[in-house]
């Protein structure tokens, strides 16, 4: 499964890659907050305020039993 | 003539590094966290910084392995390290630390691969199937710049990513301007250059070039096709492909790279899930790259592969045929 998390704003991609909660073994980044603490809660592109409730998260893959 | 969207003002062939050197020198200006890595082969613009950040390159060596482990480390203290080498080197000889030290941590490193298509340092740089190895890697963006503006865009948008991301140098052949310097740009979305009806080329990188002369030579057949641009090879744009697919009925992917692995297939695994449509790539078959004369009036390589306006247009051609029997067939 992918995650894509992007500006809901200006849609800018702002994460692309594994899906947070299923990183059993990593930790480097554990939550969508800490992504848009990368950016200092600022969109790059277009200076939005980024928190969870302005961000549209997608993610992507086969559909699972149970999930 | 045909009519192309906004944002699109054909011009001279430019070299797409030029955009590279201009967008990592703006990014550096702002953000000091960005260092120039170099693994013995220079660094776009590697006058420009030299003279004005010395204390912000890392010469690495011929050690590539060794680059991208420093490259991990740097990200991990909160640099934004530009590694910068050939892509059969910096990703393909040092693929092991490239997952490990970079990607698995999903370090804010870039990599900027030259030669990922062809250049005239000949087979054993020449990394065609380097799409094809990175598209496996999770975590990595991969964006595969068509003309000097994008390359430009790209490198901008590369920059303010927090993120690993490839970045595909076409050094040779040399592409001709295609943007105008209002193009918007967005990494994972695709553009449309021209919109069509008959059939829909998806081109990245320099194959966009060779996409819209062949979409002009189709329309003095009476053909209208439209023309696709997919820089991000990963993640791909799979609504504008569905979109094309939807409209058009018919897919050619375009790409100067292995076509497997490549654009190509992304598009058939998109096309195959939601929307099964014909599908012809046009690609390098499955072999490795060549020697060859490459100058601005002559590419050997682009003959020798099949990779010309004139070839697309047969290609086109085929699949608008597969659409007909289809149709039939129903």
């Known amino acids: ?67 | 003539m045909a009519k192309f969207n906004e944002h699109i003002q054909l011009g001279e062939p430019v070299l797409p590094a030029k955009g590279i050197e201009k967008a990592l020198q703006a990014g550096a200006l702002k953000d000091q966290r960005i260092i120039a890595l170099l693994e013995d082969m220079g660094f776009p613009g590697i006058d420009w910084w030299t003279e004005n950040m010395p204390e912000r390159m890392v010469e690495v060596g011929i050690a590539e392995q060794n680059g991208a482990v420093v490259a991990g480390a740097l990200a991990a203290e909160g640099f934004i390290p530009v590694l910068y080498s050939f892509l059969f080197a910096n990703v393909g000889r040092a693929l092991n630390q490239v997952r490990q030290s970079i990607l698995v941590d999903r370090f804010n490193v870039k990599i900027i691969g030259r030669e990922g298509a062809w250049g005239e340092v000949g087979i054993s740089h020449n990394t065609i199937e380097g799409v094809g190895f990175s598209r496996v890697l999770p975590n990595l963006i991969i964006l595969n710049p068509a003309d000097v503006v994008e390359a430009e865009k790209a490198t901008e948008a590369m920059l303010q990513y927090h993120g690993p991301v490839l970045l595909r140098q076409e050094s040779s052949p040399t592409p001709v301007r295609v943007f105008t310097d209002d193009y918007p740009f967005n990494i994972g979305k695709a553009y449309s250059v021209k919109d069509g009806t008959d059939a829909t080329i998806i081109a990245t990188g320099y194959m966009l070039t060779e996409a819209i002369a062949a979409a002009e030579l189709l329309e003095d057949e009476g053909l209208d096709v439209g023309v696709l641009d997919m820089c991000t090879l990963k993640p791909l744009d799979d609504a504008a492909i569905i979109e094309a697919a939807r409209r058009t009925g018919a897919i050619v992917t375009a790409e100067n790279a292995s076509i497997i692995g490549g654009l190509g297939e992304g598009v058939a695994a998109v096309l195959c899930e939601n929307l099964p449509a014909p599908l012809v790539r046009v690609g390098i078959e499955d072999e490795f790259s060549q020697s060859g004369l490459i100058t601005p009036e002559r590419d050997d390589l682009k003959i020798h592969f099949g990779l010309r306006a004139e070839d697309l247009v047969v290609s086109v051609k085929v699949c608008i045929a597969k659409k007909e029997r289809s149709r039939c067939r129903d």
């Open chain 1, 1 to 67: 499964m992918s995650e894509k998390i992007f500006c809901g704003k200006c849609d800018m991609l702002l994460y692309f890659g594994e899906e947070l909660k299923r990183r059993l073994y990593m930790r480097a980044i554990p939550s969508e907050e800490t992504v848009l603490g990368f950016y200092g809660n600022v969109c790059p592109r277009c200076g939005g305020a980024l928190s969870e409730q302005t961000v549209n998260v997608v993610v992507e893959g086969r559909a699972k039993h149970g999930a």
